[in-house]
Nanobody, 128 residues
Framework: QVQLVESGGGSVTAGGSLRLSCVAS?????????LAWFRQAPGEEREGVAF????????DYADSVKGRFTISQDVAKNTVYLQINSLKPEDTAMYYC????????????????????WGQGTQVTVSS
């Protein structure tokens, strides 16, 4: 079992920045690991916004956040980050970290069902 714990959310005004963190309890015994940030606004479906493979330089972003969101990782700390700049009110959502500890068809990286482990979420609220 892997536990994911997010932090770093908060209430900010439009144009501000936040850095979200997701710490995993243990990855050491697994092979390829895929990590993603999803978000879910009230009344909306959960959507994937950023993706990274652990230990790899490969990243990808949803079109809606490209240029403003940056996913990164500290492998030694089992931590993945999401830097969010130029926040907009429409970024208001609960942000979740997700992990998959088995092979992944890259075409499925944005599917919620592709991930086996989820954190409890951290709330981001952006006011205009």
């Amino acid at each position: 079992q892997v536990q994911l714990v997010e932090s770093g959310g908060g209430s900010v005004t439009a144009g501000g920045s936040l850095r979200l963190s997701c710490v995993a309890s243990k990855y050491a015994d697994y092979g390829r690991i895929f990590l993603a940030w999803f978000r879910q606004a009230p009344g909306e479906e959960r959507e994937g916004v950023a993706f990274i493979e652990r230990g790899s330089a490969y990243t990808d972003y949803a079109d809606s956040v490209k240029g403003r969101f940056t996913i990164s990782q500290d492998v030694a700390k089992n931590t993945v980050y999401l830097q969010i700049n130029s926040l907009k009110p429409e970024d208001t959502a609960m942000y979740y970290c997700a992990a998959r500890l088995r092979p992944l068809d890259i075409r499925d990286r944005w599917r919620e069902g592709s991930y086996d482990y989820w954190g409890q979420g951290t709330q981001v609220t952006v006011s205009s």
